[in-house]
């Protein structure tokens, strides 16, 4: 390429660096025949610097240089044919005295030999083990930069060293600095790809080492500039080789006087540059530019052996990561909670800046992620499109158009499956690699412009890889990628055992089912039975009739009050409450039936165990024993044993005589079970013909017996009942129940406390339309109806003001969100007393407010 051609960075690519036909002119250049017989080129300044005069070209060697310096040409040419690393002869004296440091390599069927003046002031083994000795053991990545960067200014007298590394894209960083005190640092600030040109950096590989001494670009020709094929000189390997203009363009620019550079290779790819800059002109003498080359080799060696460690570092890290993992998936069941658990050890296993988990339509995150009403269809896609493998992009917004939605938050993703047949999977963002930089200098600052203008400036360069790689995330390594697939075999298997265990576990809830429904069948049995003994047995001998349905009543209001005990065993109660609410059927004006013990909580598994076992004695009391006939009497005391146990002794009498049972049912096995098998206590029972006895004995540690204050407060709350209702003659009240002969009840419960004004609806949409024209001032809402719950009425009222309390027959809440947990609730069926209490306290608040 011609140098009158405009200078632009389309040029670059294409110039031919390696053939520029001419050498730098602090040295001289002789090109042979292969054999190093005799001398084909030149560089036109050879002949005064080797004080030879006459034509050089078709000369034999030893006419110019003498037979004992061509001797040891040829001897270095024979003993080093790699041409990447030129025989080095320094302190050559030639055939006339005169004294060069000579440089040999064969290339191209050329003998190239290269001649500088010599530098008998520098030990270039002894420089470079000094170098070498103050690196030799650090162990840390950013301080081996730091110190190279230091040291090498120091030695070599740069102006500006530098270490410049290479990233994916070809773009590069400068990750560490040394420089004189007044210039800008250039720290941290990243140039495109295309300031280091691809055949550039196959050079750079080649020959490791590149001086520029004046970034004025003097230039020395060949001659002849090609020869009898027209083929030029091949300067790939030549210390001497001129620099492209477009390069000197560069560096003019910059105010750069001269230059060198040192490659950096790992693992034979170029990772980088040791960049130095010189702000005047400047040659480097052979002796330091080959302690250079060494003190790199070992640069490199050690990098790679830190790099390494870093990488094994990361494995290590990764597998602690999956390890405690591993741990938690043996203690928890709850898949989605376990992996939310874990995404802190996912995160901390593979570098990026947020990670999140899709399962089951569930979202769960940390850190910078797209927002959540963006993942559904992400995930949509990325199962599309990973075919169920590790998929990643670090340019997500130009493959993922609705990306560029949040491309600041997240322009890189990689993707880990969980499922074959789902979008669940595991995913990992890092943000905009813009917003990621960390500035040493100020990037918005003007450098000054040079000679030939400021679009090659390192500013412009920056503004170049800015406009190159916005939208982009730093790029997922193949590292990541390996960490990544050993995360989705570790969840995967999770996953697929956590599968297993559902599968177990439905097993197992099939069986359970089994029991319950035996279980369910046993005690509507005995339901109905009560039921049918409750209907048969008036109150007292010549009851009338409205007596009689009064009586019934209060005795079904009774049971249900019992079963709604036992419901809710589970969080544990008195004794003497599940007793009390289990006999309540049975008990008459007679008094037949006499409790006595201290106060003594049972906590939830022992409570629900005793539910059982007291329900069947009561039931079985109530058909065949004391409480199935008029005049039978039972007894039931509990007392604490000196161990700490609790002992409870039940006494029928007065019934029909007792008869040992010729088969054992399900009740029987039951109450002779349940205590030991469930506790660890014991239970017997005796068939005594004047009355069944029982003795169920409680071990302490399911117990508590509760302080005499607490007791004390109790009797008192209890000897001073709360006052009848007032000021409901004027109140308004929406009922929200699906069940016509339940709403009727409770409307004539509500007409005996004088509730002036109800409005039923058997629906959540009726009761919406209601309250289009009516505004009520209390409201009673069924939470399970017959269609949906009463919930959107629930949240129409509070957004009102409204109060309101629930009802439900089995204290399910599972259907009402988190704010309205705390609503008060009426159990079902409805009792006067419950209805009277909820007002009650409805009117006490309002009461309040007003006063």
């Not at 943000?431 to 040493?440: D, G, H, M």
């Not at 709360?722 to 409901?728: A, E, P, Y």
């Given at each position: ?48 610097m ?12 030893t ?83 730091r ?32 420089k004189?005190?007044?210039l ?9 790809a295309?300031?280091?040109?691809q ?17 004025q ?9 090609v ?73 490199s ?7 390494q ?28 909670e ?9 995160r ?73 047949i789902?979008?669940?999977c ?17 990037p ?14 390192p ?11 916005e ?20 969840t ?12 177990e576990e ?28 409750l209907?048969?047995t008036?109150a ?16 079904i ?35 037949t ?24 004695l009561?039931?079985?009391a ?54 030991p ?16 006895r ?11 017996v ?14 001073h ?10 109140m ?35 009761a919406?339309?209601?309250l ?52 008060p609730?009426?159990?079902?069926p ?21 006063r």
């Open positions: 390429m011609s140098s009158s051609q405009p200078v632009n960075l389309t040029n670059c690519d294409r110039e031919p660096i390696h053939v520029p036909g001419s050498i730098q002119p602090h040295g001289a250049l002789l090109a042979c025949d292969s054999s190093a017989g005799v001398i084909i080129r030149h560089s036109t300044n050879a002949g005064a080797l004080d030879f005069e006459g034509p050089l070209n078709g000369t034999n060697l006419v110019a240089l003498g037979g004992m310096a061509t001797h040891a040409i040829r001897n270095a040419l024979a003993a080093a044919p790699d041409a990447s690393r030129p025989a080095l002869l320094p302190q050559l004296e030639i055939g006339n005295g005169r004294v060069f440091d000579v440089t040999v390599h064969r290339h191209a069927g050329h003998a190239i030999l290269e001649f500088e003046h010599p530098d008998a002031d520098v030990l270039p083994l002894q420089l470079a083990r000094e170098l070498i000795g103050r690196i030799r053991t650090t162990d840390n990545t950013d301080q081996l930069l110190k190279t960067t230091i040291l090498l200014r120091a030695v070599l007298g740069y102006d500006r060293v530098m270490i410049y590394r290479l990233e994916h894209d070809g773009a590069g960083k400068v990750e560490a600095e040394a004189r005190g007044d800008e640092s250039f720290l941290g600030q990243y140039f495109p295309s300031d280091i040109p055949q550039a950096r196959a050079l750079y590989l080649k020959n490791p080492i590149r001086i520029i001494s004046d970034s670009g003097h230039r020395t020709p060949i001659e002849p500039a020869d009898a094929s027209g083929e030029p000189l091949d300067l790939s390997y030549a210390h001497l080789r001129s620099v492209s203009p477009i390069h000197l363009e560069y560096l003019r620019n910059m105010g750069v006087g001269a230059s060198m550079s040192i490659s950096i290779i790992i693992d034979g790819a170029l990772w980088g540059l040791i960049a130095c800059h010189h702000y005047s002109p400047k040659a480097l003498s052979m002796p330091q530019r080959v302690a250079a080359e060494m003190f790199s080799d070992f640069f060696m050690h990098l790679l052996g830190l790099l460690q870093h990488k094994l570092e990361n494995v290590a890290t990764a597998r602690r990561a999956l390890d405690r993992f591993f741990q938690r998936a043996s203690e928890k069941t709850e898949v989605f376990l992996m939310c658990d874990a995404l802190p050890d996912f901390e296993a593979l570098p990026c800046d947020g990670i999140g988990l899709f399962l089951q339509g569930e979202w769960c995150a940390i850190g910078d992620t797209p927002p959540a009403t963006a993942i559904e269809d992400l995930a949509n896609y990325i199962s599309g499109v990973g075919e169920k493998r590790v998929w990643a992009t670090h340019r997500l917004s130009q493959v993922y158009p609705p990306a560029e939605d949040f491309h600041r938050e997240v322009s890189g993703v990689l993707a880990v499956p969980l499922s074959h789902s979008t669940d595991l995913l990992f963002f890092r943000k905009e690699r813009l917003e990621t930089l960390n500035w040493a200098g100020n918005d600052k003007s450098y000054e412009s040079g000679p030939l203008g400021d679009r090659l400036t500013r412009k360069s920056f503004a170049i890889w800015k406009e190159t790689v939208r982009q995330s730093e790029p997922w390594s193949d590292a990541d990628r390996e960490i990544a697939a050993a995360v989705h075999s570790a995967v298997e999770v996953v697929l055992r956590h599968s297993e265990l559902m599968q439905r097993l197992k809830a099939e069986v359970r089912q089994r029991l319950l429904n035996e279980e369910l069948n046993h005690r509507v049995k005995n339901i109905l039975a009560v039921i049918k003994s209907v048969a008036p007292k001998d010549g009851a009338t009739l409205k007596e009689y349905i009064t009586s019934l009543k209060g005795r209001q009774a049971l249900s009050h019992a079963h709604d005990q036992v419901i809710r065993g589970s969080g544990g109660g008195e004794i003497k409450g599940l007793l009390e609410a289990e006999l309540s059927p049975y008990r008459s004006a007679s008094g039936i006499h409790l006595d013990g201290p106060r003594v909580q049972l906590d939830g598994r022992a409570y629900a165990v005793a539910a059982l076992v007291v329900h069947e009561c039931t079985n109530a058909k065949y024993g004391s409480l199935s006939t008029q005049g039978g009497k039972l007894d039931v005391t509990w007392q604490a044993r000196p161990n700490g146990d609790l002992e409870v002794s039940w006494q029928e009498s007065g019934g029909p005589p007792v008869e040992v049972p010729s088969t054992r049912g399900f009740g029987t096995a039951l109450i002779d079970r349940s205590i098998f469930d506790l660890g206590g014991k239970s017997t029972v005796t068939f005594d013909p004047a009355g069944l029982a003795s169920l004995v409680f071990p302490g540690r399911f117990l508590h509760q302080a005499d204050r607490e007791a004390q407060a109790e009797a008192m709350e209890q000897s009942p709360s006052t009848s209702l007032k000021g409901t003659e004027n308004s009240l929406l009922l929200v129940e699906d069940q016509v002969l339940i709403a009727m009840d409770a409307e004539a419960m509500l007409a005996e406390l004088n509730v002036g004004n109800v409005v039923t609806a058997n629906s959540s949409g009726m919406l339309d209601q289009k024209t009516f505004n009520p001032d209390f409201a009673l809402l069924d939470i399970n109806l017959g269609i949906g719950t009463s919930v959107p009425v629930a949240e129409e009222l509070t957004r009102r003001g409204v109060p309101f309390v629930f009802a439900t027959g089995y204290d399910d809440r599972t259907a009402l969100p988190v704010e309205l947990l705390s609503v609730v009426v159990r079902k409805y009792d006067t007393e419950q209805l009277r209490k909820a007002l009650g306290a409805y009117l006490e608040k309002a009461g309040g407010e007003a």
